[in-house]
C-alpha cells in the first residue's frame, strides 16, 4: 500500500504544479521507503530523501524540524502526508522556508486542522497552487483501516492530536519569494 493518499499518481500530479528544471535540488521530507525520491529522480532532479526511519538506502536518517542543510541550498521541498506526525506542522513549514533558495518551491500534501494554508502563508510563501483533496485522503485512510495496513500509531496520533476537530487534507504549491 502506499504510504501517502493517491500514491506515485498523486506525487506526479503534485511535481506538475511547477516547472521542473534537471538538476534542481530537492529534499523530500518524510520520504519513509523513497518512493518520491524514485519518482524525482526520473525527472532528473538532484533528490535526497529525510526519514527519522528511513527504509531505503536513497533516504537518510534526519529531522526535517531540524534540518542538517545550509539556508537557500535547495530548489524544492516536497513532503506528502508527514508534517503532521511531527506534531508541529509550523515549524516544518519555517524549515523549508529556511533551506529553499529564492524562488524554491514547496510542494505539501497533508493532513489539515484547518490552518496550514495560514500557516504557509503567514511563513512568507506565495501560494502558486492549493486544492481540497479531503475526499481523496479518506479513501486512502479507509483502505488502510480496511486491509490493515494503517500503523497502529498513525491512527492514535490522529485520535490524540485531532479529537473534535473537523480535519481535511490539502495540497499547496507554494514559492519562497
Same mark, same amino acid.
Given at each position: 500500500?502506499?504510504?501517502?493518499?493517491?500514491?506515485?499518481?498523486?506525487?506526479?500530479?503534485?511535481?506538475?504544479?511547477?516547472? =521542473? %528544471? &534537471? @538538476?534542481?535540488?530537492? $529534499?523530500?521530507?518524510?520520504?519513509?521507503? +523513497?518512493?518520491?525520491?524514485? !519518482?524525482? /529522480?526520473?525527472?532528473?532532479?538532484?533528490?535526497?530523501?529525510?526519514?527519522?526511519?528511513?527504509?531505503?538506502?536513497?533516504?537518510?536518517?534526519?529531522?526535517?524540524?531540524?534540518?542538517?542543510?545550509?539556508?537557500?541550498?535547495?530548489?524544492?521541498?516536497?513532503?506528502?502526508?508527514?508534517?503532521?506526525?511531527?506534531?508541529?506542522?509550523?515549524?516544518?513549514?519555517?524549515?523549508?522556508?529556511?533551506? =529553499? %533558495? &529564492? @524562488?524554491?518551491?514547496? $510542494?505539501?500534501?497533508?493532513?489539515?486542522? +484547518?490552518?496550514?494554508?495560514? !500557516?504557509? /502563508?503567514?511563513?512568507?510563501?506565495?501560494?502558486?497552487?492549493?486544492?481540497?483533496?479531503?475526499?481523496?485522503?479518506?479513501?486512502?485512510?479507509?483502505?488502510?483501516?480496511?486491509?490493515?495496513?494503517?500503523?497502529?500509531?498513525?491512527?492514535?496520533?490522529?485520535?490524540?492530536?485531532?479529537?473534535?476537530?473537523?480535519?481535511?487534507?490539502?495540497?499547496?504549491?507554494?514559492?519562497?519569494?
Amino acid at each position: 500500500m502506499n504510504r501517502h493518499p493517491g500514491g506515485e499518481e498523486q506525487t506526479i500530479h503534485l511535481l506538475k504544479r511547477i516547472e =521542473l %528544471k &534537471k @538538476g534542481m535540488k530537492a $529534499l523530500d521530507l518524510g520520504a519513509g521507503e +523513497g518512493e518520491t525520491v524514485r !519518482i524525482m /529522480k526520473a525527472f532528473g532532479l538532484n533528490v535526497q530523501g529525510v526519514d527519522l526511519a528511513p527504509r531505503s538506502s536513497e533516504v537518510q536518517r534526519g529531522d526535517f524540524l531540524d534540518l542538517q542543510y545550509a539556508a537557500d541550498s535547495m530548489d524544492l521541498c516536497i513532503s506528502q502526508c508527514a508534517f503532521f506526525v511531527s506534531r508541529d506542522q509550523k515549524k516544518a513549514v519555517s524549515e523549508c522556508w529556511r533551506v =529553499l %533558495k &529564492k @524562488g524554491g518551491f514547496l $510542494l505539501l500534501s497533508d493532513l489539515d486542522p +484547518g490552518n496550514l494554508l495560514e !500557516i504557509v /502563508k503567514e511563513t512568507g510563501f506565495t501560494i502558486l497552487c492549493q486544492e481540497d483533496q479531503t475526499a481523496l485522503w479518506r479513501e486512502y485512510y479507509l483502505d488502510a483501516i480496511w486491509n490493515d495496513s494503517f500503523c497502529c500509531e498513525d491512527h492514535k496520533l490522529l485520535q490524540k492530536e485531532y479529537k473534535g476537530r473537523k480535519i481535511g487534507y490539502i495540497m499547496i504549491v507554494g514559492r519562497k519569494e
